[in-house]
């Protein structure tokens, strides 16, 4: 049974602090990682993707990723009251399809 | 370019009725994925199609969901009857691929309440 853990939360941070959220995966062949955003009442949204161990980063946000420990990570920098959503974080499994974990809910401060 | 079109954006029924899903997929996507959203939880795959094809339906309730794809672009799902614990978000995405380093791009979902 393939799963994806990430805490619930919710995670409260004030505004311009750095947001971190995590996941754990169980499937050691999984290649691709996503991290999906999704507003309260809305669909999810791709915003970032990571394929090899290490950093990644794209303006505010940074994935990293740990193949050997199965974590995969997303930082977000100078978060804003308009990050708060939920965080899915998705593994493409070695077979079958994307995986979703439950999300993370990130609430920023003003 | 257009985005994923879904239809009804939200449907109230009894339980034992049936209802339908409608999905239009980005122009050129090749595959068309189902999830159900039940709140508080993360997307989980229900069928995937690939073109007219069925891909992976390893997960839909066959006794009680149906979908379809006819002619490799539109798709219908189909829950009949439907029982309380249908309650939830029925998002439909796609992508030009189908495995890999493949990106999903969702519709605005249909949230199903069955009373």
């Known amino acids: 049974q393939k799963e994806v853990e990430q805490n619930s939360g919710p995670l409260s941070v004030p505004e311009g602090a750095i947001a971190s959220l995590n996941c754990t995966y169980s499937?050691?062949?999984?290649?691709?990682f996503f991290w999906y955003r999704q507003y309260s009442g809305k669909s999810p949204e791709l915003i970032m993707s990571?394929?090899?161990?290490g950093d990644k980063e794209d303006g505010r946000f940074t994935a990293q990723l740990n193949k050997a420990s199965q974590y995969v990570s997303l930082l977000i920098r100078d978060s804003q009251p308009s990050d708060s959503a939920t965080y899915l974080c998705?593994?493409?499994?070695?077979?079958?399809?994307?995986?979703f974990g439950k999300g993370t809910k990130l609430s920023v401060k003003p | 370019e257009a985005g994923v079109a879904q239809s009804p954006r939200y449907k109230i029924i009894e339980k034992r009725q049936s209802v339908a899903f409608w999905c239009n997929p980005i122009?050129?996507?090749?595959?068309l994925y189902w999830y159900q959203q039940i709140l508080g939880q993360g997307p989980k795959l229900l069928i995937q199609?690939?073109?007219?094809?069925?891909?992976?339906d390893s997960q839909l309730p066959k006794d009680r969901f149906s979908a379809e794809r006819l002619k490799g672009v539109d798709s219908t799902l189909k829950i009949q009857p439907a029982k309380l614990e249908d309650s939830a978000v029925y998002l439909c995405?796609?992508?030009?691929?189908?495995?890999?380093?493949?990106?999903?791009?969702f519709g605005a979902g249909s949230r199903l309440t069955v009373l």
């Open positions: 995405a796609s992508s030009l691929y189908s495995s890999g380093a493949n990106v999903l791009t």
């Open positions: 499937d050691r062949g999984s290649q691709s």
């Open positions: 990571i394929y090899s161990n």
């Open positions: 998705a593994p493409y499994p070695s077979q079958g399809n994307l995986i």
């Open positions: 122009s050129g996507h090749a595959t």
């Open positions: 199609f690939q073109n007219n094809g069925v891909v992976d």
